[in-house]
Each structure stands twice: as structure tokens, then as C-alpha cells.
């Protein structure tokens, strides 16, 4: 009696090839909205670390050079932008050293979905003296549609806690 063998060669048959496109759609449905909101965490986080250096940037750069500088926001726009001089009627742009220009940054340019919510300084702007002090304490509120941050400067100190 003779037996016959198919030639079976090493391939998937087509369920094991099925099987392994439905779990790896099942892991991509799964993945998609969590990678989503790290971006927009990220995102959220580098929008604050941008603002509180700028803060910061603004209140040693009164100090070292020993002038005046405002930082002033537009939260229409959702841009903020620094200014120094001896007083506001006669103030210079200050150029922002991460950009290397003096115009207005748009927050949600370079950190997509990331806006101002509120702006808690007297006309939108605060400034700091030759000694680092600001004109006043206050908060910017920054959100990501779902998360939301608060920055604050400390009256006293100008410190930019985030």
C-alpha cells in the first residue's frame, strides 16, 4: 500500500494569517487613544516648561542688565511676548533667545492643541524691576482641551513655580 504526502511547504495557512491581522488591529484600536493622550500630556508639559523659562528668562534678564522687562499676553490669540526698557511707552522687543527673534510666540504652534485658558496679571501683562521683583503676583492657566495647568509667580520673589 502506498501512502502519499502532500508537499507541505513552511508557509501560514490563511486563519493563522487572519488570526494575526485581528489581534494586531485589536492592539493598534487599543494603543491609538493612549498614544493620542501622551502627546497631548507631552505637549501640555512643553508648553509649560517653554513659559515658566520665558518667565524666568524675562526676570533675570531685569536683573542682569539691570532694567525693566514685561512679559504681555493675548490670550485672544494665544501668544505672549517680552518687552524691556526704562518704561512701557518707551519699550524695546526682547529677543527671545530659543527663537533668536523678538515677535510675538503663538503658544499652539509650536505645542498643537496647547492654549491659554486665563491670564490673571492686570491688563495681560506683568513686569519685573532691576531686582527681579514683579509688578504683581499672578497665574496663567494653560489646557490641553482635557488637562489643565497653573503657573504661578510668586508676588515677593518673581519665582515661577510650575
Known amino acids: 500500500m502506498k501512502v502519499f504526502y502532500k508537499n507541505r511547504s513552511g508557509g501560514f495557512t490563511l486563519i493563522e ?60 490669540s494665544n501668544q505672549y511676548r517680552f518687552l524691556y526698557g526704562n518704561s512701557w511707552a518707551s519699550s524695546t522687543g526682547l529677543i527671545d533667545p530659543a527663537r533668536n527673534t523678538t515677535a510675538w510666540f503663538t503658544i499652539n504652534l509650536d505645542f498643537i492643541g496647547v492654549s491659554m485658558q486665563s491670564v490673571s496679571f492686570t491688563n495681560e501683562l506683568i513686569s519685573f524691576n532691576w531686582w527681579g521683583t514683579p509688578s504683581e503676583g499672578g497665574t496663567v492657566v494653560l489646557t490641553n482641551g482635557t488637562n489643565t495647568h497653573t503657573i504661578v509667580v510668586n508676588v515677593e520673589t518673581g519665582y515661577v513655580q510650575r
Open 17 to 76: 494569517i487572519i488570526v494575526v491581522i485581528v489581534l494586531l488591529g485589536i492592539i493598534i484600536i487599543v494603543a491609538i487613544p493612549q498614544i493620542a493622550n501622551t502627546l497631548r500630556t507631552k505637549r501640555l508639559y512643553g508648553a509649560i516648561e517653554k513659559l515658566s523659562d520665558d518667565l524666568n528668562y524675562c526676570r533675570d534678564f531685569a536683573i542682569s542688565q539691570h532694567t525693566n522687562t514685561w512679559v504681555e499676553f493675548n490670550i485672544g
